[in-house]
Nanobody
Framework: QVQLVESGGGLVQAGGSLRLSCAAS????????MGWFRQAPGKEREFVAT????????YYGDSVKGRFTISRDNAKNTVYLQMNSLKPEDTAVYYC????????????????WGQGTQVTVSS
């Protein structure tokens, strides 16, 4: 089992920045690829970003490419999502997720999920 706890969400004005963190516990963190998804009210959960087990490979959803950066610190069992140039359409609950094996953009391929953290971007 892997337990994931997100933090760092909040209210920010458009154009601002936030950094989300996700602390993992329970199993060897470096064995898991990590991802971030988000879900806005009335919408499907959407892929945001993923990072490989080593941190050497990343991939982003089209809507956040060039604005968001995913990274991880395996010594601290933590994955981060740096969000810059935030837009009102980035408003959502952001979920951290983990899967054994390689990184993925597919929601159903992930094994463990955090409880989510709310990000609200005001215009």
């Amino acid at each position: 089992q892997v337990q994931l706890v997100e933090s760092g969400g909040g209210l920010v004005q458009a154009g601002g920045s936030l950094r989300l963190s996700c602390a993992a516990s329970g199993r060897t963190f470096s064995e898991y690829a990590m991802g971030w998804f988000r879900q806005a009210p009335g919408k499907e959960r959407e892929f945001v970003a993923t990072v490989s087990r080593s941190g050497g490979s990343t991939y982003y959803g089209d809507s956040v490419k060039g604005r968001f950066t995913i990274s991880r610190d395996n010594a601290k069992n933590t994955v981060y999502l740096q969000m810059n140039s935030l837009k009102p359409e980035d408003t959502a609950v952001y979920y951290c997720t983990a899967r054994s094996g390689g990184r993925s953009t597919i929601r159903n391929e992930y094994d463990y999920w955090g409880q989510g953290t709310q990000v609200t971007v005001s215009s």
